[in-house]
């Protein structure tokens, strides 16, 4: 068998070690926050406002590389369970901002807990969690550089 041959089988492809490792990690963020009703994504948007809350929802779209046509539902979905408000800027009705309702910030600690208990179950340590996401922020950056040429 070639070397070409051994790379074109699915357990040496890169993509899909990526693909595999995403969904499993979908699996555990889908156990920890079924208790809070909330999705991966809606912890994303939770993630980011926690860092900067009022985000706009262009901004928030940028931070988390969705368009429009998903965070919208998604983020309509979230203020009627209570984690959110949106509210149209008076300057520029099309500008609209995100905020944390009391709900999200009552609960912050409670899905932070019970996500790193997930992890650690997992036994993945602090130390090797690090170095993967430097090698992810490195493989991230090539793609990046690589998407901008085209």
Excluded: H
């Excluded at 809606?42 to 998903?70: F, H, I, M, P, R």
């Excluded at 993967?132 to 490195?138: A, D, E, G, I």
Aim: charged residues 25%; aromatic residues 10%; proline residues 2%.
């Amino acid at each position: 068998m070639s070397n070409l041959d051994d790379f074109l089988t699915l357990e040496n492809q890169l993509c899909f070690a990526v693909y595999e490792a995403g969904s499993q990690f979908n699996k555990l963020y889908t156990k920890a926050l079924n208790s809070f009703g909330l999705t991966y994504p809606q912890y994303l948007v939770l993630l980011a406002l926690w860092e900067k809350d009022g985000l706009s929802a262009k901004e928030l779209g940028e931070k988390l590389n969705l368009g429009t046509g998903t965070l919208t539902p998604m983020i309509k979905r979230m203020e009627a369970s209570g984690w959110v408000t949106r509210e149209r800027s008076t300057e520029d009705e099309r500008k609209v901002s995100i905020t944390l309702q009391p709900k999200a910030l009552g609960e912050k600690e409670a899905i932070v807990q019970k996500i790193a208990g997930e992890l650690k179950l997992c036994n993945i340590e602090y130390d090797e969690y690090e170095q993967l996401m430097k090698q992810l922020s490195v493989l991230r950056g090539k793609f990046i550089q690589y998407n901008k040429s085209y």
